[in-house]
């Protein structure tokens, strides 16, 4: 039966916390803006204050609440004091996104062990480590969500992308495990995969039309995404309307899978 004040209700994010990794540029910033109109608020993270501060401004003049957490999540023992300082604006963290991520495209036979560890850290262990300090909490309210960020590189194998997508095929699996651990305390843990998108990660890709040209003819729906395509799923994924959701990796990529 449908609750008295409609479905719409249950996406919803009032009252809730969210941490938002990545949140000064990209698809990190459009992820933090959605939560934010969807009535959360958000404390974004990411290295650049600058960045930060930008985002934040503009969720407030849009009406809603943000502060900003500024930190390296590439660093493990600096996690807990994240996590922690993440909680003061708004409470203990009910939302986490792990948005924050790089692309170094080294050849796999040049491949240094730095970019290698910092792509690996930043954007499969970072999602682990950090998450598990914010479990206690949303175990405490006995609802919680983890959201994370994969790529059509969690499946195919791209040029220069071995280090890239290494990471983003352990992030679909890490996704299944950390659902499989925690989904019982009303934590779900799902991805989205996102297909082609311009921001500063893909700026060099865009530079090349002839390959962005190839990139469109590979999706159903004929063009790259824009960062806004990425909010409905994200808010929902967020949201008590997928309560029943957990494990999943959902692509929003114009059916460039489905072809
Ligand atoms: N764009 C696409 O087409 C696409 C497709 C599939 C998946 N993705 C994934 O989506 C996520 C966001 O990418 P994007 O395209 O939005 O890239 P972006 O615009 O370059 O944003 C990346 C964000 O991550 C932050 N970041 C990087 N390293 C960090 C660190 N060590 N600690 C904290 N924050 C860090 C950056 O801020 P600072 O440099 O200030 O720290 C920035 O805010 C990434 O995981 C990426 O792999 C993107």
């Keep these: 039966m ?15 916390a969210a941490l938002v990794t990545g949140a000064g540029s990209g698809i990190g910033r459009a992820i933090a803006e959605a939560l934010a109109s969807a ?12 960045l930060l501060a930008d985002v934040k401004a503009g969720i407030e003049r849009a009406g809603g609440r943000a502060a900003a957490a500024p930190g390296d999540v590439g660093q493990r023992d600096a996690l807990a004091d994240l996590a922690a300082r993440a909680a003061k604006p708004f409470g203990a963290i009910d939302i986490v996104v792990h948005a924050a991520g790089l692309n170094h495209r080294q050849h ?24 598990r300090h914010l479990v206690p909490g949303m175990k405490a309210k006995g609802w919680g969500r983890i959201l994370n960020i994969a790529s ?42 996102p297909g082609f998108f311009q921001t500063p990660l893909t700026a060099a890709i865009y530079a090349d039309k002839e390959r962005i040209a190839f990139l469109e003819k590979q999706t159903a729906i004929g063009r790259n995404g824009d960062v806004a395509d990425l909010q ?15 494990g999943q990796t959902l692509p929003v990529d114009g059916g460039f899978t489905a072809k």
């Design 2 to 16: 449908i609750a008295p004040e409609g479905v719409l209700a249950r996406f919803r994010l009032d009252g809730k």
């Design 39 to 50: 009535g959360a608020g958000v404390v974004l993270c990411a290295r650049r204050e600058a």
């Design 108 to 131: 796999a036979d040049d491949i240094t062990d730095a970019a290698w560890d910092e792509q690996l850290e930043v954007m499969l262990s970072a999602p682990f480590f950090l998450s």
């Design 152 to 193: 059509l590189q969690s499946y195919r194998a791209f040029p220069n992308g071995t280090a890239y997508g290494s990471a983003k095929a352990g992030v679909v699996q890490l996704t299944r495990h950390m659902a499989e651990t925690w989904s019982r305390h009303g934590i779900t843990c799902n991805a989205i995969a």
């Design 232 to 246: 409905g799923a994200a808010v929902f994924l967020c949201s008590p309307a997928s309560d029943y959701v957990t």
